[in-house]
């Protein structure tokens, strides 16, 4: 709401105004026009009386006017037309900003005098004001003129002499004067001297122009009329004025009494809103001109107070004692009239009253409100005194009159005048000093009831509810106020009710709790209105302030139709930017429109954002609201998109943007890349080292700058969703970028370039034509960049035509989505070019205390890319690669490299956590070739076709773990691949066969490669590239293998030694029927260690072959002696149980089981590792533990090599493969599944596989934990039983005759060997343990004769024989194995004797002859 400057005191006595007739001769109209200014003009700003006036009232009592203000214009005779009353209160309005308080109020003060004037100039002035004192004469008192009417017939008239000092003839113009006062009197003349100023004084003396104020509000407002002050106040029904501010007459009309300053054109009383705009642009036009126009030229500041003194002296002399003298006489009326009877009244009434006019107003004629007095009716004479009163400032006077008028009003039912006397009454009441009285509103309210509903004069309503309602809000009763206001809303004048809404919404927004949703729905309300009048400026500004109460609150509807409403206004005001800033609210936020409706809201919004672009087409390109773009989804992708597959021939799965992202195996391909950085630098990685993203997302390390290769794209892809219900369509949709040029090997930059049609040949964008996006769909969109230069890319956004589908809206509840399709729909041809930026937050910090503490962000630069020189680029193949394989089982593929760049590559290496899964072959050709055998039946392995007499005995061959890449220092993670020549040329491709072997647990398994390949020219940025290809291999069930191995009890071989072992093997077919493999066959077992080798098999069976069906089970036995060459080479020891002899030491055989026996290796070595700091203490007591412990343990490692008969399609396929077991303990089980061996051997095989089938994986890994446990301090009874071996050489029947002699003897021999390589002292003792009784029943008893004790001394592997004789007694069956055997090693102090008797009984039997 507007805050006038005045209080509503001031206010209200500035709008009723005495008003002063100014009636000016030619001459007198061309002096003051010299100063572009008409007399009326003139004295404007001069109006106000800067000192108080004293006057006598009635009872002659002193009374103070204070801040006195009087209104001069001119004469005009014809009333204004409404219609052209309508068309100032539109044009106020219009100019108005802001509206409130412009039109608060509407009330004019009528003629009370006349003010003529004439220049000094005159031939005869005297006779010019004699001429103008008639014409007024004439226009008052004459039936032709009924507009405007006077007061009071004996009108004061103020006669004025104009002199132009410029013209020098002073001395006529004062005895022009001498001779006015004469014939006026001093009372009522004045001499006024203008125009002081000559044209050709300085030019810049700043002399103050105190017209523009007033004068610029003139420009929409048009002369005031001249009414009857009493009229004015009772029926003033056609006359509407704003702001009590006096209006003055136009150019040229000062004199043209007969044309009123608001007639129109046209006679219509009614205007549209086109006439609304003229009306508003030649006002626009008129106010230009205006505000250019000098006024006051010829005056100066001498001439300013010349003026302001003639208007104290009008007022003082002329004015306030005519006002004074004029209520004497009512007041002596009024009294005379309180003296008579009520009868006599009546009489002196009807006599009176004979000259009453029959006739109605216009008004009268369509209501009952009663008669109308004429000026002279003594009714009216009471009504004039209040009003004098008034105008005075005597309030009290005033509101007794007021108050009496209203009760002789209401007798004569006269009631368009007792409304008159109640609203003024009111007014009068609240304007007393003191208040004496409260403000009596229900006078208010019943004058307002009157004026709406019996007179039907709604513009006398309008000004009472406008005076009324300032009253209450000085009051601060703004309910009251509002609620005044909204009363009188109606249909009849959309304006009017517009600015009385507004007027209430502002009440409620001021009240003491403020009333917020009221005082938006109101300026909505009043906003609608005002938009009917074509009052658009005024409906945007009230829509806005609504905007701010509702937006936020989650009214999603009533902000869509506030915003739409703000930008229609705004666009017919050519305010484009608004307008397209509110159709931009409507479509980014959450609509809940139907989707007709929001297709109407697009369709606007793309016609304004045309309309807005046409303005400036060279202009940089706006943002574009629609559709949604999820910049942190973003994704950015170096390189060329995976090669589809070909047959058998199988891209390397690489990176593409179909993969999702996997943090886990993010971390794995980083640690790959990191480990074989390591070996190529010698252990380090390098600090510049950064690992290769192939696609970056919002999960990706983005803090580094990625790199890019020249020449090969970069695919960015952005998130769009459309939040609407109805389809988008974005045509020649690219990327937008700026790119600065570098050459990193010149080391100077260029010039930053940003994306013009000239770029192309820096960087290729890849346009895509038409992008659907379908009602609340969110949909990628894959855009491309080719960069041809080396330097910086930084992508900034996207740039597209936005548009709509054609017929997009649904009918019958049907989605119009529903079958559109790429290229197969129509545009309604309304599409609008803008961009969007692709702006990214980086992750938060938190490392340090200061970024925990504060909302920090760090850099996120995944689209700003670095362009790189030109690298190679590799791509594989692979070439019936399986995907499905049994445990264990081999199969050959190939694999094929191809270089598709301009660069040779070299130094190519795969490197993957299983090394164990496959194997490119042997360094050494030799190794690797295949047999013819071998070819013909596409066997994998390296075959010779055996000889049939060297069955089940070992055919022996040797390898070095250097030629397998196992021992040579290099993680054996890291493969070399076998390159001819180490380099692939440009353009040049190379086939190596691999090998591949199935994991040994069944299950889906995902193996990562990584191929690492560099460039033969090094570069600054970029060291290496990497190739990623992840094969998923689903495993099932083969051959479960068990292997012990214990002592054997021979003391010797057939080479004399007595170090041998027997090698026990348990094979069992698992596997199930579904995978169609009909039976295995064991063809051949092979042993690799440095120190043991198979020697033979000592099966008992004959079977040549070994074949197992399903769930069957195979028993196997050999014997392993020690090797004779030297540690460094491997000795592998084939038994062949078919035809053909498979060379273990051979590629792939040897590779597979270097590699297991490496991945072996590597955990046993961590499990150590965690005890190194336990072994370190107690040293010398450990490395005793130690040696005795070496002589339990055995390094030997089996090799099971098979075939499995596979039925698939009614054709067998012959399967191969191998399975190892690694055998470190005597008498401890070893299995080909290290993992599961301890649950295995608390269930035994059958349980083991139905728990398998039954339980999940993860629950089965919760019974297996690694093993701890610290190295014991005192060796187990177990270890120590195996530091000396002991074997008893005897007959197995003795025949004695007992009758010849009592005592039979029989020699035994006690071989006692020992197993380790230290110097062992050991004791034997003959004597026999305590026994029960049950014991000698069982076996007898027997003597040892002899020594009972023996001491003896034995090196490293020696083998002692002592000769013992045992004496028997009777016949029988003994047992002989009860010899003692102690021992320790030499150089220990601390004794660790156990008993060494062997386990296993030595029976004889003593027959009797």
């Known amino acids: 709401m507007a805050q006038c400057v005045q209080s509503v005191q001031e206010f209200i006595q500035d709008s009723f105004v005495p008003l002063v007739a100014a009636l000016c001769s030619e001459e007198a109209e061309r002096l003051t026009r010299r100063n572009n200014l008409s007399f009326a003009e003139l004295v404007r700003p001069f109006c106000r009386l800067t000192s108080e006036v004293h006057m006598r009232d009635p009872n002659n009592q002193l009374h103070i006017i204070k801040n006195l203000k009087i209104a001069v214009n001119n004469i005009i005779t014809h009333p204004p037309q409404p219609g052209a009353i309508r068309k100032l209160l539109h044009d106020v309005v219009s100019v108005s900003q802001p509206a409130e308080g412009l039109v608060a109020n509407v009330i004019t003060a009528g003629d009370y005098d006349l003010n003529i004037s004439v220049s000094s100039s005159e031939p005869d002035p005297v006779e010019q004001f004699l001429k103008l004192s008639q014409e007024q004469h004439r226009i008052q008192h004459s039936s032709e003129y009924s507009y405007p009417k006077w007061f009071i017939p004996n009108t004061l008239k103020y006669y ?164 004074e003298k004029t209520i004497r006489q009512l007041n002596d009326q009024l009294i005379s009239r ?72 209401l007798n004569d039912q006269a009631m368009l005048y007792a409304a008159g006397a109640l609203e003024m009454a009111a007014v009068s009441a609240f304007l007393q000093p003191g208040a004496p009285r409260p403000y009596p509103a229900h006078y208010m309210e019943t004058a307002i009831q009157t004026y709406r509903d019996i007179c039907k004069n709604m513009v006398l309503a309008e000004r009472c509810v406008l005076l009324s309602a300032e009253i209450l809000k000085s009051q601060s009763k703004y309910s009251e106020a509002a609620a005044l206001l909204i009363r009188l809303t109606s249909e009849d004048s959309d304006l009017r009710s517009a600015l009385l809404l507004e007027q209430a919404a502002h009440c409620f927004i001021n009240m003491k709790s403020p009333m917020v949703r009221k005082f938006a729905f109101h300026m909505i309300l009043a906003g609608h209105r005002f938009s009917k009048a074509g009052q658009k400026k005024h409906a945007l500004r009230c829509y806005c302030q609504a905007m701010q109460v509702y937006k936020g609150k989650g009214w999603s509807l009533a902000e869509d139709h506030i915003n739409f409403t703000i930008g229609r206004q705004s666009f017919t005001l050519r305010q484009l930017d608004n307008a397209v800033s509110a159709f931009r609210h409507i479509l980014i936020n959450d609509s809940k429109q139907p989707p007709a409706q929001q297709g109407a809201f697009l ?56 993969q999702e992202y996997d943090s886990e195996s993010s971390q794995q391909w980083k640690e790959l890349e990191e480990q074989v950085v390591s070996v190529i630098n010698k252990g380090t990685i390098p600090s510049n080292f950064q690992p290769t993203q192939f ?56 010039e930053t370039k940003e ?96 970024e925990k503490t504060s909302i920090k962000y760090g850099p996120d630069r995944r689209l700003d890319p670095i362009i790189t020189e030109e690298m190679p680029l590799l791509e594989v193949f692979f070439i019936n690669f399986p995907t499905g394989l049994l445990c264990g089982e081999i199969r050959k593929a190939y694999v094929e490299f191809v270089n598709v760049s301009k660069c040779p590559l070299t130094a190519l290496k795969v490197v993957s956590k299983h090394p164990e899964f496959f194997t490119f072959g042997g360094n050494t050709a030799v190794l690797t070739p295949l047999s013819p055998s071998a070819s013909e039946n596409c066997s994998a392995y390296k075959t010779v076709v055996t000889d049939p007499t060297s069955v089940r005995t070992a055919l022996l061959s040797s390898a070095s773990s250097a030629d397998f890449g196992v021992g040579t220092g290099g993680s054996p993670e890291v493969i070399q691949v076998p390159l001819p020549d180490a380099v692939l040329l440009p353009g040049a491709s190379v086939q190596l066969p691999m090998w591949l072997r199935g994991p040994d647990e069944e299950g889906v398994h995902e193996i990562n490669f990584l191929f690492y390949y560099e460039s033969i020219k090094k570069h600054s940025k970029m060291c290496h590239r990497v190739l990623r290809h992840t094969a998923v291999i689903c495993t099932s069930r083969s051959l479960h293998i068990r292997a012990t191995v214990c002592r054997s009890n021979a003391l010797g071989d057939e080479e004399g030694r007595g170090d041998n072992m027997l090698l026990f093997v348990d094979v069992e077919n698992i596997n199930t029927s579904e995978t169609g493999v009909k039976e295995f066959h064991i063809v051949q077992v092979s042993s690799n260690s440095k120190h043991w080798k198979l020697q033979k098999s000592v099966n008992i069976s004959g079977d040549k072959d070994t074949k197992l069906a399903s769930r069957e089970r195979a028993k196997l036995c050999f014997k392993a002696v020690r090797c004779k060459n030297s540690e460094e080479n491997y000795t592998f020891a084939d038994i062949v149980f078919g035809n053909e002899q498979i060379i273990s030491s051979a590629s792939p055989c040897a590779d597979f089981f270097f590699q297991s026996l490496s991945s072996e290796f590597k955990r046993t070595h961590v499990q150590s590792h965690t005890h190194a700091s336990q072994r370190a ?82 629950v089965l890994l919760k019974f297996f934990r690694p093993e701890n446990t610290p190295v014991p301090a005192r060796p187990t009874p177990e270890q120590l039983s195996n530091l000396i071996k002991t074997s008893l050489h005897y007959p197995e029947s003795f025949n004695h005759s007992f009758h010849q002699k009592s005592l039979c003897l029989v020699p035994v021999t006690l071989l006692l060997s020992n197993c ?81 008797q062997n386990s296993m009984p030595a029976l004889i039997i003593i027959n009797n002859i």
Not at 611 to 628: E, I, R
Not at 1377 to 1388: C, E, I, S, Y
């Open 160 to 323: 004025v002499l104009l002199h132009d000092v410029s013209t020098g003839e002073e001395q006529r113009a004062d005895s022009i004067y001498e001779e006015m006062k004469q014939r006026y009197g001093t009372q009522g003349c004045y001499l006024l001297k203008i125009n002081s100023r000559v044209s050709n004084r300085g030019a810049d003396e700043q002399i103050p122009d105190p017209w523009s104020q007033y004068l610029q509000k003139n420009t929409i407002q048009n002369q005031d009329s001249y009414e009857d002050y009493t009229v004015v106040s009772n029926k003033n029904t056609d006359h509407l004025i704003s702001d009590g501010v006096e209006s003055e007459i136009k150019d040229g009309l000062s004199n043209n009494f007969k044309t009123h300053p608001l007639q129109l054109d046209h006679p219509s009383g009614s205007l549209d809103s086109t006439d609304y705009m003229k009306a508003s642009t030649s006002l626009q036009d008129s106010k230009k001109s205006n505000s250019g126009t000098p006024h006051g030229a010829c005056l100066t500041l001498t001439d300013h107070d010349r003026i302001r003194q003639f208007i104290q002296e009008f007022t003082f002399r002329g004015l306030l004692p005519h006002i």
């Open 338 to 409: 309180k003296g008579l009877s009520r009868s006599l009244f009546s009489a002196t009434k009807k006599w009176f009253s004979g000259s009453k006019v029959p006739e109605k107003s216009i008004n009268e004629l369509k209501n009952t409100s009663g008669l109308l007095y004429p000026p002279e009716a003594p009714e009216l004479q009471i009504r004039k005194m209040a009003d004098l009163c008034f105008l005075v400032q005597h309030y009290e006077l005033a509101y007794s009159c007021y108050h009496t008028a209203k009760k002789d009003f």
């Open 603 to 658: 369709r606007e919004y793309l016609y304004v954002y045309k309309n807005a672009t046409q303005l400036s087409p060279d202009g940089p390109l706006p943002q574009l609201p629609l559709p949604y773009i999820n910049s942190s989804a973003t994704r950015v992708f170096f390189g060329h998109d995976r090669r589809p597959a070909e047959g058998e021939k199988q891209a390397a799965t690489h990176v593409s943007l179909d």
């Open 695 to 750: 696609c970056l997302n919002r999960y990706s390390d983005n803090s580094k700058f990625p790199l890019a290769v020249i020449e090969e794209p970069i695919t960015v892809e952005v998130s769009f969703r459309n939040p609407l219900k109805v389809p988008l369509l974005l045509t020649d949709l690219s990327l937008l970028w700026k790119f600065q040029p570098k050459d990193f090997s010149a080391k100077h930059d260029g």
């Open 755 to 850: 994306q013009g049609t000239c770029d192309e040949d820096m960087v290729g964008t890849e346009a895509i034509a038409e992008f659907l996006i379908n009602s609340e769909e969110t949909k990628v969109a894959r855009l491309k960049l080719f960069p041809h230069q080396t330097g910086e890319l930084h992508i900034l956004g996207v740039v597209y035509n936005l548009g709509s589908v054609q017929g997009a809206v649904s009918l019958d509840g049907l989605d119009p989505s529903i079958g559109l399709q790429t290229g197969k729909f129509v545009s309604n041809g309304l599409s609008v070019r803008g961009r969007q930026d692709l702006e990214i937050q980086g992750p938060r910090l938190n490392n340090t205390k200061e």
């Open 1177 to 1258: 203490v107690k040293q010398t007591f450990d490395e005793t533990v130690r040696l005795i412990q070496r002589c339990s343990e055995v390094d030997l490692n089996i090799v099971v090599l098979w075939k499995a008969y596979v039925v698939e399609d009614s054709k067998q396929l012959i399967l191969e493969g191998q399975h190892h077991v690694a055998l470190n303990t005597v008498g401890k089980e070893a299995f080909s599944f290290p993992q599961k061996q301890g649950f295995k051997k608390i269930l035994g095989n059958s349980d083991w596989e139905d728990l398998e089938q039954e339980l999940p994986e993860t």
């Open 1316 to 1396: 380790s390589q230290a110097v062992v002292d050991v004791m034997i003792d003959l004597r026999h343990k305590p026994a029960s009784s049950e014991a000698l029943e069982i076996h007898g008893s027997f003597t040892w004769l002899g020594q009972t004790q023996y001491k003896l001394q034995l090196k490293g592997q020696e083998v002692y024989s002592l000769q013992l004789k045992a004496c028997f007694v009777h016949t029988g069956v003994y047992n002989l194995g009860t010899p003692r055997v102690f021992a320790k090693l030499v150089d220990q102090v601390t004794l660790f004797e156990t008993s060494q």
